[in-house]
């Protein structure tokens, strides 16, 4: 068997900054990017200022907004509708989780499709299923870029989806299905997963427990994209799939850290651009 193939998101990530530089530059101004945070989570933080320092590299126009954990309901709704009207913005992202006294659906259903960046408004949700034009949620984008890039031909393969999340399972499964593989959702009520998963060409896991794919799951040759980043006792960060064990039996696999979390922010950068593109074509 073949040498198993290590997908960098990393790697793909700066081959695709240099496709957004080209697109931006045709531009009659820099694409505009908001982004809401509520409150001091630490992951939060963390992940808005890694969007913000790649939008800044890109040379995007920038509008930040921090609320306190506090804040009211009818103020951020408000925020959300003033950012709707501001033209230099393009797209608009929220930050999740909301604090629990606030109604997230409510919020991410203000934004105006056209700018909804993280591709999480009914009506992209809707556009997606369909297979039309849309703005698609940034981390199944991302995996699809990672096997375009390893020119992976998906076209009549079984692909797995483990977890059915409108965040990555639901939209990753519309995705493949459109590119034509065969799919099946898996989930916590799924019963004989293992059975599922071993007959699977590709499997995107995406439940967010650490290790729950192992050797045993997994057919020779598969194609294993780990969506999970999960933090152990001891600080450091694992995925979904138990990466030593599973590694000498796939053919292709992404690493964490280091697969789909770049993807992400690239995608959200490219939501971006094309949002900005649609909007000054009109």
Same mark, same amino acid.
């Given at each position: 068997?073949?040498?198993?193939?290590?997908?960098?998101?990393?790697? @793909?990530?700066?081959?695709?900054?240099?496709?957004?530089?080209?697109?931006?530059?045709?531009?009659?101004?820099?694409?505009?990017?908001?982004?809401?945070?509520?409150?001091?989570?630490p992951a939060s933080m963390v992940?808005?200022? /890694? /969007? $913000?320092?790649?939008?800044?590299?890109? $040379?995007?126009?920038?509008?930040s907004a921090l609320l306190p954990?506090?804040?009211?309901?009818?103020?951020?709704? =408000?925020?959300?509708?003033?950012?709707? +009207?501001?033209? &230099?913005?393009?797209?608009?992202?929220?930050? &999740?989780?909301?604090? /629990? *006294?606030?109604?997230?659906?409510?919020? &991410?259903?203000?934004?105006?499709?056209?700018?909804?960046?993280? #591709?999480? !408004?009914?009506?992209?949700?809707?556009?997606?299923?369909?297979?039309?034009? =849309?703005? %698609?949620?940034?981390?199944?984008? #991302? %995996?699809?870029?990672?096997?375009? !890039?390893?020119?992976?031909?998906?076209?009549?393969? *079984?692909?797995?989806?483990?977890?059915?999340?409108?965040?990555?399972?639901?939209?990753?499964?519309?995705?493949?299905?459109?590119?034509?593989?065969?799919?099946? %959702?898996? !989930?916590?009520?799924?019963?004989?997963?293992? +059975?599922? &998963?071993?007959?699977?060409?590709?499997?995107?896991?995406?439940?967010?427990?650490?290790?729950?794919?192992?050797? +045993?799951?997994? /057919?020779? $040759?598969? @194609? %294993? @994209?780990?969506?999970?980043?999960?933090?152990?006792?001891?600080?450091?960060?694992?995925?979904?799939?138990?990466?030593? +064990?599973?590694?000498?039996?796939?053919?292709?696999?992404?690493?964490?850290?280091?697969?789909?979390?770049?993807?992400?922010?690239?995608?959200?950068?490219?939501?971006?651009?094309?949002?900005?593109?649609?909007?000054?074509?009109?």
């Amino acid at each position: 068997m073949p040498t198993p193939v290590r997908l960098s998101g990393i790697t @793909v990530a700066r081959a695709h900054g240099a496709g957004l530089r080209e697109r931006i530059a045709k531009l009659d101004r820099a694409p505009g990017l908001a982004v809401v945070r509520v409150g001091e989570d630490p992951a939060s933080m963390v992940y808005v200022a /890694k /969007k $913000g320092a790649r939008a800044d590299r890109l $040379g995007f126009h920038q509008r930040s907004a921090l609320l306190p954990a506090t804040v009211d309901q009818a103020t951020l709704e =408000a925020l959300v509708l003033e950012l709707n +009207e501001d033209p &230099l913005i393009d797209g608009i992202l929220v930050q &999740l989780p909301l604090p /629990k *006294h606030l109604d997230e659906r409510r919020v &991410l259903e203000l934004i105006c499709p056209d700018k909804d960046v993280d #591709g999480f !408004h009914a009506i992209n949700t809707g556009l997606l299923s369909q297979g039309r034009q =849309a703005l %698609v949620p940034c981390t199944p984008l #991302g %995996v699809m870029q990672i096997l375009r !890039h390893a020119e992976i031909g998906l076209e009549g393969l *079984h692909a797995v989806v483990v977890g059915r999340s409108n965040i990555v399972g639901r939209p990753m499964a519309m995705l493949l299905e459109q590119a034509n593989c065969t799919v099946t %959702v898996c !989930h916590s009520r799924t019963r004989n997963l293992d +059975e599922h &998963l071993r007959r699977a060409d590709i499997i995107v896991a995406a439940v967010g427990r650490p290790n729950t794919i192992r050797a +045993e799951h997994i /057919k020779a $040759g598969a @194609v %294993v @994209v780990d969506v999970g980043i999960n933090r152990l006792d001891d600080g450091s960060l694992v995925g979904d799939v138990a990466y030593d +064990e599973v590694f000498p039996l796939c053919s292709a696999i992404t690493p964490v850290p280091g697969g789909v979390g770049p993807m992400t922010i690239s995608m959200l950068m490219e939501n971006t651009v094309t949002a900005a593109e649609r909007r000054q074509s009109r």
